[in-house]
């Protein structure tokens, strides 16, 4: 045991001491104990809190939310592009800065609040129990919301910034489109003709990967890249090849079989009509 915790100590002395201070990072417990809280609630507790009781109605609480998030979403775009990808980053191999520039200092600032945002969605899927659409509560939705988190908190740790923090940028860019659908559909029926579109949202998560893949795979064909943390370089191209893979999945059972599709295409399509153009006497009729 003392053996585990010397080995635990050196390791964690390579963390950065800039995001020592901020609120979950001193060590990885309390992160832990978040996420396994949200995964016993929303697997086992939350589903028995609510077997006899009727679904919540929080329709103005979700409106807000969602619109808190595409605003939270956007903040941390913009300064993931002020400090770094838009200020100095090559979009190639861009190492952590690591000083005490007030530009480096707010990359370490926006990884923070990326990963506490990362906390904040944990609630998509309390809302999901709370409603009782536990339909919703995936395979894919619950290991989004619940691995990649802790995995991004050692990004945050260790390496706030540089060629690694790309993802997270882009991962924030879908989130604004994603949590304006959702302020859409939450707002009730009068805005149902405008959600012709949801399942582009899942085509723009696919094309997330794409661009991250591409973005991580320069690596491997540099003759040098002195960024720092190698590690995160494999583990972002494995988590975006996974996901790609259980995205797709998601599509096609989802889409190309039609059990997802937005009410009001599903109706059209059983008349012969489909959202690119309208299929009528075997003759296409485009938009």
Known sequence: MDSLVNMYQDFMKGADPRIASYPLMGSPWPMTGILLSYAFFVLSLGPRLMANRKPLNLKTFMV??????????????????????????????????????????????????????????????????????????????????????WSWWWGVKFGP???????????????????????????????????????????????QFVLVSIHISQYYFMPTCNYQFPIFIHLIWIYGVIFFILFSNFWYHSYTKGKRLPKVLRESQQNGFHENGAIANGKAKAN
């Open 64 to 149: 807000v939310y969602n619109l808190a998030m595409v605003a939270l979403s956007l903040y941390i775009v913009y300064e993931f592009l002020m400090s770094g990808w838009l200020n100095g980053y090559t979009w190639s191999c861009d190492p952590v800065d690591t000083s005490q520039s007030p530009t480096a200092l707010r990359m370490v600032h926006v990884a923070w609040v990326f990963i506490f945002s990362k906390v904040i969605e944990l609630m998509d899927t309390v809302i999901f129990i709370l409603r009782k659409k536990n339909e919703q509560v995936t395979f894919l939705h619950v290991f989004h919301h619940s691995v990649l988190p």
């Open 161 to 207: 910034g540089g060629m690694g923090s790309f993802h997270a940028m882009v991962n924030s860019m879908v989130h604004v489109v994603m949590y304006f659908y959702y302020a859409l559909s939450a707002a009730g029926p009068a805005f149902q003709k405008y959600l012709w579109w949801k399942k582009h949202i899942t085509a723009i998560q696919l094309l």
